[in-house]
Structure formats: C-alpha cells, structure tokens
C-alpha cells in the first residue's frame, strides 16, 4: 500500500522544500566524513523519491569502476535522508538509523552514479506518522537503487529504517 499521492506544493514550497533538502546534505556532508569524502550531492528530490549523486573518481575501486561499499552507502545515506526529510517537513526531532538491509550487486558502474530512494510499494507515510505519534517510534521500509543500463538497476537496497523521537529536557 502506497502514500496517497502528495498535493501538488505551492512555488513558496518548493523553494523553501529545496532549501531544506540541500541544508540536509551539507548536515550530512558535515557530520559525516564519508559521504564529504564521496563528495556526495543532492540531485533530486520530491515528497516520495531523493536522489543523491556522486562521482566516480572518489568511489573507484582497483578495477576502474565504483567501489561496491560507496554503491552501498550512496543508497543508505539516500534512503536514510528521505526519511529524516520528511520528519523534518513536519518538524518531528527523532533520530534515524537503518534497522535490517539487504544489498544486491547486479553490474559494474563505470561513471559518476546516484543512487534513487523511494518508500517500498507496502510503505505508507501516514501509518508511519500515526505510529509514531502513537508510540515515540515507528518504522518504515525504503526502496533504493543505483541505475544501471536503461531499465535495470546496477544495485539495490532494500531497508527498515527506525525513527525514534528523542527525548525532549
């Protein structure tokens, strides 16, 4: 079961949306030194999908294509950013990690690459939000992959990520 789609946002939204998705990626950048090493960027985003891209140079294996742990945590730090972006559209303080993944290496990447998040077909943002507000936890699955050859992924991530409000002074 999937989100009802999103109204569409207003063009105040969605400079004060970008603005809040690119302050996400430089707290990522900032405060963790892997993705600044990656030299990871935003390059897409919506209510129900982000995309974080990166080049190849800083993610290269001895084999001259992408290094299989930067195909990994490109579409962690993705998924895991879609998640944090939507707690804070709605202004909820809760920290997020990834619960349980599974990764699937399916073809080499031989150029710069991003790696595409969106909530998986049986995810839903409002049983989510209704779980967290129920609970001070809640947990929702994401569906990430890096693109491969036209229509099919050259990896993919499929995670639980755990939100869970913290404690207020």
Known sequence: MSAAPSPAPHPADDAAELALAEALVQFIRYEIPLARAMELSLQAWSHEHLSLAVPLAPN??????????????????????????????????????????????????????????????????TAFFDTLAARGRARIEVACEVPGTPGKPAATLSARFVAKRRAQP
């Not at 944090?84 to 202004?91: C, I, K, Q, S, V």
């Not at 997020?96 to 599974?102: A, D, P, Q």
């Open 60 to 125: 290269v294996n001895d084999k001259g294509c992408a290094f299989g742990g930067s195909l990994v945590s490109l579409m962690t730090l993705a998924g895991w950013a879609l998640v944090e972006l939507a707690l804070r559209r709605r202004g909820e303080d809760c920290d997020v990690f990834v619960g349980e993944s599974t990764v699937r290496y399916l073809a080499p990447v031989w150029d710069d690459f991003r790696a595409d998040a969106q909530l998986a077909p049986e995810a839903d943002w």
